[in-house]
């Protein structure tokens, strides 16, 4: 069994796309996935399935749309991807720190892509003055370091010019999520 985590895009934010954790977890259960498990109501589901990555994606997001009436992109990552990218971030931890201090926020955070983005979305991207922002794309993963904060970020807000649907987690969720992981493996 393959344990994945099911990153939603933009539920529970601002009073749109309302669901309950209970109920997104026993939808999961639902679809025979087990050992469900949900994290914060942002839409973080750890599960396991013997199911490809594709397959899994497109059942999730067709059950969202049909149990809750709305369609949500679905990001999946595996466990071993999810540790791999905690365990190799882009950005030093002098980057980070600096960024932190500057900061009074969360200032790490990744951008969950749904493929690799194409040579020209990368380029699109680069485009983009953001005065203290920085980024680092490795393979689906943007890393992004926000030393004023993602709130009135440009580059926060040019994710879109990568023309691939995505989903954006804090450092401290993505931590969580290898730690829930962790648990998971252990128990």
Do not use: H
Not at 84 to 100: H, L, T
Not at 123 to 135: A, I
Not at 137 to 156: C, M, T, Y
Not at 170 to 186: A, F, P, Q, R
Request: aromatic share 6%.
């Amino acid at each position: 069994m393959t344990i994945y985590v099911a990153l939603l895009r933009g539920i529970n934010v601002g009073g749109k796309n309302m669901i309950k954790m209970a109920a997104l977890k026993n939808m999961f259960e639902s679809m025979g996935l087990s050992r469900v498990k949900t994290y914060i109501q942002s839409g973080n589901v750890l599960f396991e399935s013997e199911k490809e990555e594709e397959v899994l994606r497109k059942q999730i997001e067709n059950k969202i749309e049909v149990i809750f009436g709305f369609s949500v992109i679905v990001v999946l990552r595996k466990a071993e991807e999810l540790k791999r990218i905690v365990s190799n971030c882009p950005f030093s931890a002098d980057e980070i720190s600096a960024a932190e201090a500057a900061s009074e926020a969360e200032s790490l955070y990744v951008s969950f892509l749904l493929e690799a983005p194409s040579q020209e979305g990368v380029e699109r991207l680069s485009t983009v003055k953001s005065e203290n922002d920085e980024f680092r794309i490795v393979g689906r993963e943007v890393f992004l370091l926000f030393p004023q904060s993602i709130r009135n970020s440009k580059l926060a807000n040019s994710l879109q010019m990568l023309k691939v649907p995505a989903t954006v987690r804090n450092w401290k969720t993505v931590n969580k999520l290898v730690s829930l992981i962790s648990e998971m493996e252990e128990g």
